[in-house]
């Protein structure tokens, strides 16, 4: 039973891996962000996908979110730790400071897939808890250990981007209880429900949006790619201190969310397309 690691601004592998292979899947997706690497951290089964592709070459709306979850989950994937870069909506979390965020709203603009399903099949999976309740605090602790300062808990706004927002969008999502606000975390969270898999999210804050008036800087992707630089190190310190405490056996909801999700009778053929989704098996 592997665990995935995504990789966001910053984090574009991952250190330490040993007997690497590099893994290239196609999927009725097509094409992940780039090459699987699987190796082995701290005794288990590591994979790691660079979200943005090697050399940073795909924006928020164009990460093929389908794909990367489905290649994840074919080679073994049940748990995945989603990494990224946050901007920063209270006075009290800031610059440097580690989020594990339990809740997310969807401010993107429905260009992005967030759904395998449709085309002959439907079904609406529980989301109320968008993070999987088993791994955050295991990984809030991970990231405490690591020396991170760590909020266990959080609303992540996500957005379309790939702009930063207007001071007017920053202080609306302030006004609506948002707590950290990124681009990436959907329809990722959304699809890793749907196969069934544990997503959680070390969402690390950079900037503090667009909101703060006394402050005579605005965020900026230099300031942002700035401050990522000086924490990844931390990310992947709590990565490989989260893979070393994950049990080798558990169970969680998360693993079961198509249970009662599915409407379609069993009468009606289902599509190619889905029925990796109603399976157990997988290709490893």
């Not at 295991?138 to 405490?144: G, I």
């Not at 202080?171 to 959680?200: F, H, N, Q």
């Not at 690390?204 to 924490?231: E, Q």
Request: contains cysteine.
């Amino acid at each position: 039973m592997s665990i995935g690691v995504i990789g966001g601004s910053g984090l574009y592998d991952l250190p330490g891996l040993t007997a690497v292979e590099e893994v290239r899947l196609g999927s009725p997706y097509g094409e992940p962000s780039g090459p699987l690497m699987a190796g082995t951290l701290a005794g288990r089964r590591v994979v790691f996908l660079s979200r943005h592709g090697r050399g940073h070459t795909l924006s928020p709306a164009e990460v093929p979110a389908r794909a990367n979850i489905h290649a994840l989950k074919s080679v073994g994937v049940r748990q995945i730790v989603s990494v990224s870069a946050v901007g920063s909506l209270r006075e009290e979390l800031a610059p440097g400071d580690v989020v594990v965020p339990d809740q997310i709203v969807d401010r993107t603009r429905g260009t992005r897939a967030s759904t395998f399903f449709g085309g002959g099949v439907v079904a609406h999976v529980s989301f109320a808890d968008p993070f999987c309740a088993r791994l955050r605090p295991l990984l809030a602790e991970a990231a405490r250990s690591a020396g991170a300062r760590t909020h266990d808990t959080g609303t992540y706004c996500c957005v379309e981007g790939p702009q930063f927002s207007t001071r007017a969008e920053s202080d609306l999502y302030r006004s609506w209880g948002m707590d950290v606000i990124g681009m990436t975390a959907l329809p990722e969270a959304k699809l890793a429900r749907e196969a069934e898999l544990c997503y959680v999210g070390l969402a690390l804050v950079t900037d503090y949006d667009c909101w703060r008036r006394d402050d005579p800087g605005t965020v900026s992707a230099h300031a942002v790619a700035d401050v990522m630089r000086r924490n990844v190190d931390l990310a992947r310190e709590a990565v490989v201190r989260l893979v070393e405490r994950l049990p080798d056996d558990f169970t969680c909801p998360c693993q079961e969310a198509l249970g009662d999700a599915v409407m379609t009778g069993p009468e009606v053929a289902v599509p190619g397309h889905a029925r990796w989704l109603l399976r157990k098996e997988t290709r490893v």
